[in-house]
């Protein structure tokens, strides 16, 4: 084949990736689409305009996943592969958690669940609360993967983890940014940083030899989502944060040329901002293949390709989303929550998060995973059910928070003594999974649509936005401890049912025989 033929193969074959991506993106943003659409032509009508951006910045939102996407898979999981298996090969303690810490200081600041967090929470700089996130997830992937090398018990590294959590928490850092610290351990495990964390891990698992080493490379992302809550309750601790909550405001526009406007010139200012986020991972890369990869040309033009799709995308997504998106859900939330029956916010909240999760490409994944891994014991479909409910439930009980103002402790509390409970009862491969799946029920939709949303319920109520708003990806993400454990339990339960089964079978073959 020529070289004109084979790079129209290969662009061929990216056109239908993207395509399969895109597709991706529309299943994830298309249901909370609609139900915003029911939402404005019944009891919280929105004005055209900004009902036009939210529709312009869905559109911005599908195309940058799907950019997004394909370029976290030709480049983040690539580079994390190639770094994890050379730590793996040079067998030296420093090099994994010097490497190991860096990966997850620059991968994390890249993540554009994270970026837009920061820009909501009110009092602390963007770029600190960033980087104080950042430094928890390398810190805490670090101990991740000295865990998988010494083989240390994932169960009381989550248990002791979290008792230090809840320390802080109950008794040396102020209230207001409790759910925020917690809402930073759901958004850092994402479509950006869960690649590199799972082929890191896969990476320093196979130096060891033994039956558990597969097993043990699963337990990463739940040890990565504690360093931020830590270190976030550290930041408030020393930071005087102050200032107040300033709504996202509503998009106006006289005539479609001045709609277009609005994208257009906030789109260089996002995308100035991805540069600067994407560029430590690129220059990482840049000279870890000098010093030590020395991967061949065709594969580091494939890698860099891949950050260039997935510059595209977030600068696309992330001007959908501050453009189009966030003030839809304030505002939705504003008028919910001033309707006579503002009750209406639960239930409503349900229905979204029913259809966010179902949506998440990644829940899809994990459920393949689970029935990989039961063989068949428990079908994909029990994993998607009952992660619906829970995340369903999740997001109704944050909504009924906004409503009275309940303290988010009232929830985390007993959800996460349960979890480290059920642990205890249920085989330590679903313990793993539980606490790994926080942060894939939590995609980008929660903290897109589904925070604002809380925002501008808790707004138009006269509460605290800090204390009663945020919260929302917490929830998300504990649910799903539960949920999986519980389906752990039915496992084991099956399992030993099968097991004396065929117990009594052999017995009586053996009657038989007498």
Not at 1 to 30: C, I, N, P, Q, Y
Not at 308 to 314: E, P, R, S
Not at 322 to 345: D, E, H, K, M
Not at 421 to 433: A, D, E, Q, R, W
């Amino acid at each position: 084949m020529s070289r004109l033929g084979h790079w129209r193969d290969r662009m061929g074959r990216t056109k239908t990736v993207l395509g399969e991506k895109v597709r991706e993106a529309l299943a994830s943003v298309l249901p909370i689409t609609a139900i915003v659409l029911v939402l404005c032509l019944t009891v919280a009508p929105l004005p055209v305009d900004a009902l036009l951006a939210f529709l312009a910045g869905a559109v911005l939102l599908i195309l940058g996943m799907g950019f997004f996407t394909l370029g976290a898979e030709a480049a983040m999981t690539p580079i994390g592969e190639q770094v994890g298996t050379h730590m793996a090969n040079s067998r030296k303690i420093w090099v994994i958690v010097s490497v190991s810490f860096l990966i997850g200081v620059v991968v994390t600041i890249s993540e554009p669940d994270l970026q837009v967090l920061a820009s909501q929470v009110p009092g602390i700089p963007n770029a600190l609360l960033v980087g104080a996130v950042a430094a928890g997830v390398g810190v805490f992937l670090v101990v991740a993967l000295l865990r998988i090398l010494f083989q240390i018990s994932l169960q009381w590294l989550l248990i002791g983890s979290y008792a230090l959590v809840f320390l802080l928490a109950a008794f040396f850092v102020p209230g207001d940014f409790l759910a925020v610290a917690f809402d930073s351990g759901g958004v850092t495990t994402g479509p950006m940083t869960v690649p590199f964390i799972m082929a890191l891990g896969l990476g320093v698992s196979s130096i060891r030899s033994d039956e558990n080493a597969a097993q043990d490379s699963f337990g990463l992302v739940a040890l990565c989502s504690v360093g931020p809550i830590l270190a976030v309750l550290i930041l408030a601790m020393i930071f005087p944060a102050s200032g107040a909550y300033h709504p996202a405001s509503m998009p106006q526009a006289a005539d479609s040329r001045e709609l277009g406007g609005l994208f257009l010139s906030a789109f260089p200012e996002y995308a100035v901002e991805v540069f600067k986020s994407l560029f430590p991972i690129a220059a990482f890369f840049g000279l870890f293949q000098a010093a030590a990869l020395r991967l061949k040309r065709k594969k580091v033009l494939k890698i860099l390709i891949g950050l260039l799709y997935t510059y595209i995308g977030l600068a696309l997504f992330l001007t959908g989303v501050n453009v189009g998106f966030l003030p839809a859900g304030t505002y939705l939330g504003r008028q919910i929550a001033g309707l006579p029956f503002n009750w209406l916010l639960a239930p409503t909240g349900m229905l979204m998060g029913w259809f966010i999760v179902q949506a998440e490409p990644a829940v899809h994944v994990l459920n393949r995973q689970v029935e990989e891994i039961t063989s068949g014991a428990i079908p994909g479909g029990a994993m998607s059910a009952s992660l619906s409910i829970g995340v369903a439930a999740s997001i109704g009980l944050a909504m009924v928070r906004v409503l009275t103002g309940i303290s988010i402790f009232a929830f985390l509390v007993p959800g996460y003594l349960l979890a480290v409970v059920l642990s205890f009862f249920v085989p330590k491969i679903f313990t793993s999974i539980a606490f790994d799946s926080g942060g894939v029920a939590s995609g980008p939709m929660t903290a897109t649509f589904l925070l604002p949303f809380a925002m501008g319920a808790c707004e138009a109520l006269g509460g605290n936005i800090v204390t009663d708003a945020f919260g929302v990806v917490a929830m998300v993400a504990m649910t799903p401890l539960l949920t999986i454990q519980l389906l752990g339990l039915v496992y084991q339960w099956k399992l030993n049912k099968a097991k004396l089964a065929q117990a009594a079978e052999d017995e009586e073959i053996i009657d038989l025989a007498y």
